[in-house]
């Protein structure tokens, strides 16, 4: 845990945040004021929404309904019905304030996780509760560490409040445990990991981050960010909430938006200590998550049988599609997430665009270092099997 150790990966992360200020330059028309921005604040580009998908119909001439949207990770069999219920019946009362304290929510989900109401924070969406983290806990001079590529949020959370992140870069698609031990110091506050990762898909067992928790200091707050980790299926798949259950400040975060598929009314919860609940509590807005999420979401909780359904299209197609993908001779990064990062002979930008015009739409990973990759989400086999035709078709014209 030397200062020399961070070195490569403290590079990436100045070299990463000159990227993102020139990028918020040419995106502004005065240019930058570095006077206007509080000096708390970073400097990061603003989220620049891809084209929604009304516009792509419209400009590739077909029906809303036939764009196949593989790019977001979201779940394809839609919200649980008994969701969609409560939220119609919750509008009625939309005309006043919603439970600040989510406090039904909190009781289903604490019976659920077998921990108590006053370990969970609920947030709109798991990507405010990693804002509220960063917020709540990391002073000026301490940092973050996490994983690069991962979820992009940890780092840009952390350089909008003018934190810095240290990276430690994956190996073989795979977060270097090792690596990151070595970026922790005295300076460090929080280190994220994503299990499963996006946008690789990877996991870590048990044991390596039972490992990792023994390593890093009990004073560093570890964060285990479970969005996909309802569609783990390795029997290693460590559960955080109860195989780390005594590491103090070890939060666990979990969303409604993947396989509850709640992805548009954001909602999301933080398990850990009761001190480090009431200190978000603190800190987040009192109105953080709308009556009409807090009821579906409740709802949704209590629908097994769409739950159940929708981790096992995802677990099934999984299986396939990573199959059919490697016998179009590409190479699969084996996921135990809701999508598949598969790379391409070349390029990927020209694959991803001719999908696109087909009305199938990918992520390119160009942003996260992989030029020749592209996540997909795993949808439905009628889905899928469309994808991989147009893709195969695609490659032999390569
Ligand atoms: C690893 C990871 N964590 C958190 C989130 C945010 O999810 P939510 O919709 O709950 O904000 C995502 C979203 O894609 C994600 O990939």
């Given at each position: 845990m030397s200062a020399a150790d961070d070195q490569p990966s403290a590079r990436v992360t100045e070299e990463e945040t000159r990227r993102a200020i020139a990028a918020a330059a040419r995106g502004s028309a005065g240019?930058?004021?570095?006077?206007?921005?509080?000096?708390?604040?970073?400097?990061?580009?603003?989220?620049?929404?891809?084209?929604?998908?009304?516009?792509?119909?419209?400009?590739?001439?077909?029906?809303e309904g036939d764009i196949l949207d593989l790019s977001a990770n979201e779940n394809a069999l839609g919200p649980s019905p008994k969701a969609r219920t409560a939220a119609i019946e919750a509008l009625g009362a939309a005309h006043r304030y919603p439970d600040g304290g989510a406090q039904s929510l909190r009781a289903a989900l604490a019976d659920r996780h077998g921990v108590t109401p006053a370990q969970i924070v609920v947030g709109n969406g798991s990507y405010e509760l990693i804002?509220?983290?960063?917020?709540?806990?990391?002073?000026p001079g301490e940092t973050i560490v996490t994983g690069w590529p991962s979820f992009v949020v940890y780092r840009l959370t952390a350089l909008s409040y003018g934190r810095e992140a240290l990276l430690a870069p994956l190996r073989h698609h795979r977060y270097d445990l090792a690596g990151m031990a070595a970026l922790v110091d005295r300076r460090t506050k929080l280190v994220f990991i994503a299990n499963p990762n996006n946008p690789t898909g990877t996991y870590l067992p048990r044991?390596?981050?039972a490992a990792f928790l023994a390593r890093v200091p009990r004073s560093v707050i570890v964060v285990l960010d479970e969005a996909y980790g309802d569609f783990a299926t390795a029997v290693d798949f460590p559960n955080g909430v109860v195989d780390f259950k005594g590491r103090p400040r070890l939060v666990v975060l979990k969303s409604f938006s993947k396989a509850h598929g709640l992805a548009g009314l954001r909602v999301g919860y933080a398990i850990t200590d009761a001190a480090l609940v009431y200190h978000m509590d603190a800190v987040r807005q009192a109105f953080n998550v709308g009556s009409v999420a807090q009821a579906a979401a409740l709802a949704a909780l209590g629908d097994e049988e769409h739950f159940e359904r929708s981790r096992r299209l995802v677990r099934d197609g999984r299986v396939e599609l990573e199959r059919r993908l490697i016998?179009?001779?590409?190479?699969?990064?084996?996921?135990?997430?809701?999508?598949?990062?598969?790379?391409?002979?070349?390029?990927?930008?020209?694959?991803?665009?001719r999908l696109r015009q087909k009305g199938i739409l990918v992520r390119d990973l160009r942003g996260y270092g992989m030029p020749d990759a592209v996540r997909v989400t795993v949808g439905t086999r009628a889905m899928n099997l469309r994808f991989l035709l147009v893709l195969e078709d695609l490659l032999q014209g390569v």
């Open positions: 240019g930058l004021d570095p006077t206007l921005v509080s000096s708390e604040i970073g400097l990061v580009a603003p989220f620049r929404p891809p084209k929604i998908r009304s516009e792509l119909a419209e400009e590739l001439g077909i029906d804002d509220l983290l960063v917020r709540t806990f990391v002073s044991r390596h981050l016998q179009l001779g590409l190479e699969v990064v084996p996921s135990q997430a809701n999508f598949v990062l598969v790379r391409l002979p070349n390029d990927a930008a020209p694959i991803v665009e």
